[in-house]
């Protein structure tokens, strides 16, 4: 199931305060970045999480939810609502995340 446009504009209304987000539509869903980073992503209209450190500790009931099929875990974001608290959180996690890798 494919994630709706709208729900992608209502996160990133929520994150509008924090600079350098960017996303990237990816076969129906959308991967969130930070400064480049890939921070996390709108999957079947869940907002999922990498689990870093950063996330555990912010959110330490955070369920694992795997974004697709064969994925790797991420922490699902239940406490959308809470703008403030969304930035907090994307902004601790991409600090934690290593600089991109450049592509040759």
Avoid: H
């Avoid at 991967?31 to 921070?39: D, E, F, Q």
């Avoid at 999480?49 to 996330?55: E, S, V």
């Avoid at 955070?62 to 697709?68: L, Q």
């Amino acid at each position: 199931m494919a994630s709706d446009k709208a729900y992608l504009d209502f996160i990133l209304e929520q994150l509008s305060a924090l600079e350098n987000v960017t996303y990237r539509p990816m076969m129906g869903e959308y991967v969130l970045y930070v400064g480049g980073k890939l921070v996390g992503g709108i999957y079947d209209d869940r907002l999922l999480i990498k689990p870093a450190d950063a996330a555990r500790r912010l959110m330490p009931s955070a369920p694992p939810e795997k974004p697709y099929e064969g994925a790797k875990d991420m922490l699902l974001v239940q406490d959308v609502d809470d703008g403030e608290f969304l930035c907090g959180l994307f902004a601790a996690v991409a600090a934690e995340l290593p600089p991109p890798k450049r592509k040759k």
